[in-house]
């Protein structure tokens, strides 16, 4: 999912209630119900079904609840569920490095690369801009798209990996997506060839903001380009990289569609996103237990959800 | 570099275009006896490709166009009018639209269960039938169950952007419009929204995006296999219907030919979108 939010300018708080006070004075009390209404009816949908749901969850992580019935005092089971969570379930620490490595690949691997293919295509050489159109075009893709067309790569037999490189003939089989020692890897590919050409897009935004005269001063003092880079665009660019690196903890903190496409994440595709929907809502409606590992997720993704929102709603006093 | 990239993506037009009698003669990997469009009318006739896309319209137009109403609704209230709570409730939206959706899945699957919706009877497109509101008095297994969640969780990141590009827009405007009389209902609508049309047209792109490509909501949310956007519905026909891989490839490329024409048509939208904000304000 790409929906992470990419922007940033801070909020201008100070700037609005300046204005803003000004034309509280013209409102008349017809106006001031309907600026009620236009926030309370969004928001209240929003507190209903994002927020709601988001602190249900933590108090169901201490329940035994089965989703039947009311939640009742004797449903409570205190710390039990995550007991069992991090001793007892064989799942959970498997599915929990998974995400750790999803989130390393991303963030050493394919997020390095967009960045390196912005600053590349961040010069002005020919055919810039189709480029950027062939690395951004698997972004528009939905990841179950992505999925499939990565199993027509993969497949053992029929893939055109194990054919192109002789394997199907010579009879050694490389199962990419079956074996589970891979196939973490062959999926982290697939998913990076979108994840490049999203962080590709919001750098090069970045970069075409950086006031071109620091470049130029640079070079007339004699910095390299790789020195200009690291020194002067890098430090200028800071309020992107935050968001570059808050996309990026929350798509690998996402991760879903494309493992429950391949083999609806299991044998070493295991996530917590895939964990919590296939303990409480598919296979055992064991809700309780199912939300505990819910609030795991929740807390970590608090991290760069926090990190995203002190940057940029910062006021700029 | 670039044609790695394309490489994916020619392989499956190319495995789609090939029948699999050719394939399985040939090889896989190995130079076309014969190339057609076989495979895609196959999907197309029997995997009922056109109803899974009039599913997907069904649930994206609406969705989009509600989201970006309620959530140019909240960024004009917030960036225009100064009260206590405007930074707080910016945050909220926010801070919603960046959780992951399997954190509140639980309780909402729950919530969709049991809300009671009013059944209003179903329009009729020849042999398609879409209810209205509902068809089971639930918003479990409903199409406007979809819609709802998705106008919810996008209002976060529409609300944002727009309240980012918003503070870009002169209260002056809106204090002269207030002096000479209008509401601000009208306001919002006849004076800072067509201001915004950029901005508007930016995040309907993406928002239609998103929406189309969302794989999880329908997943959990939907349980009748006619409902189901095509995102899912391709995930149902893996292993029933795809029997050979160049069927895949062939259901694979119709299901994100949509996107691509949009991307194809719309692309500075797209771009602005995403990026929309870090280099304003």
């Not at chain 1, 919590?276 to 608090?302: C, D, H, Q």
């Not at chain 1, 926090?306 to 709603?313: N, P, W």
């Not at chain 2, 991307?263 to 602005?272: P, S």
């Amino acid at each position: 999912m790409a929906n992470t939010t990419p922007s940033l300018a801070p909020v201008r708080a100070q700037e609005a209630s300046e204005a803003g006070a000004l034309a509280a004075t013209l409102l008349t009390r017809h106006d001031k119900i309907l600026i009620v209404l236009m926030v309370g009816v969004p928001l209240t949908l929003d507190l209903l079904l994002i927020w709601g749901p988001t602190l249900a969850s933590v108090v169901l992580s201490f329940t035994n609840w089965d989703g039947i019935g009311s939640v009742t005092g004797e449903n409570f089971v205190g710390f039990k569920n995550y007991q069992f969570m991090l001793t007892g379930y064989t799942l959970f620490w498997p599915a929990f490095t998974h995400n750790l490595i999803w989130l390393a690949w991303l963030t050493f691997i394919a997020t390095p690369l967009g960045m390196f293919l912005a600053v590349l295509l961040d010069r002005e050489m020919r055919g810039t801009r189709i480029y950027q159109s062939v690395f951004f075009l698997p972004v528009v893709l939905s990841l179950v798209v992505v999925g499939f067309i990565w199993e027509l790569q993969y497949t053992p037999t029929e893939g055109f990996i194990n054919n192109a490189f002789g394997l199907v003939k010579s009879g050694k089989l490389i199962d990419w997506l079956g074996n589970p020692r891979i196939n973490l890897f062959a999926v982290l590919v697939a998913a990076s060839w979108r994840h490049i050409g999203y962080i590709m897009i919001l750098y090069l935004a970045g970069l075409k903001s950086v006031d071109p005269s620091l470049r130029e001063a640079a070079r007339v003092d004699g910095a390299t380009e790789v020195q200009t880079f690291f020194n002067v665009v890098l430090p200028v660019m800071a309020p992107i990289n935050v968001i570059i690196v808050v996309v990026t903890a929350i798509e690998a903190l996402r991760a879903f569609d494309i493992a429950f496409i391949i083999n609806q994440g299991k044998n070493g595709l295991e996530l917590l996103s895939i964990l919590i929907t296939n303990n409480s809502i598919s296979e055992a409606s064991l809700v309780g237990f199912g939300s505990a590992i819910a609030v795991i997720l929740l807390v970590i993704s608090l991290g760069p959800i926090i990190l995203f929102l002190s940057r940029t709603m910062r006021t700029t006093a | 570099m670039v044609a790695v990239w394309l490489f994916p993506l020619f392989w499956a037009v190319y495995s789609s275009l090939r029948p699999i009698s050719d394939t399985i003669q040939r090889g896989y990997v190995s130079w076309p006896g014969t190339l057609n469009f076989d495979n895609y009318t196959t999907v197309w006739t029997q995997a009922e490709i056109p109803y899974y896309y009039l599913n997907t319209l069904v649930i994206v137009v609406p969705g989009v166009i509600l989201t970006l109403l309620l959530a140019s609704m909240v960024a004009f209230c917030c960036t225009q009018f100064s009260w206590k709570f405007n930074l707080i409730v910016l945050m909220l939206f926010t801070a919603g639209n960046l959780l992951p959706p399997q954190v509140i899945i639980v309780p909402l699957y729950w919530i969709y269960l049991h809300t009671p919706i009013a059944m209003l009877g179903s329009i009729d497109i020849s042999k398609f039938s879409f209810a209205l509101f509902s068809d089971n008095n639930l918003l479990y297994d409903q199409y406007i169950g979809i819609i709802l969640i998705h106008v919810v969780f996008q209002t976060g990141f529409a609300t944002f952007v727009l309240s980012n590009y918003m503070k870009t827009i002169t209260k002056e405007i809106t204090e002269s419009a207030l002096v000479d009389g209008a509401n601000v209902l009208r306001i919002w609508w006849s004076v800072v929204l067509p201001l915004c049309r950029p901005a508007l047209a930016a995040m309907a792109t993406l928002l239609f995006t998103f929406m189309y490509n969302d794989f999880f909501w329908a997943l959990i949310l939907l349980k009748s296999s006619d409902k189901r956007p095509i995102t899912t519905a391709l995930n149902n026909l893996q292993g029933q219907f795809f029997v050979d891989n160049n069927l895949v490839a062939a259901g694979a490329l119709l299901a994100c030919i949509p996107p691509i024409i949009v991307y194809i048509l719309l692309q500075k939208h797209f771009v602005a979108g995403l990026t929309l904000g870090s280099t304003k304000g």
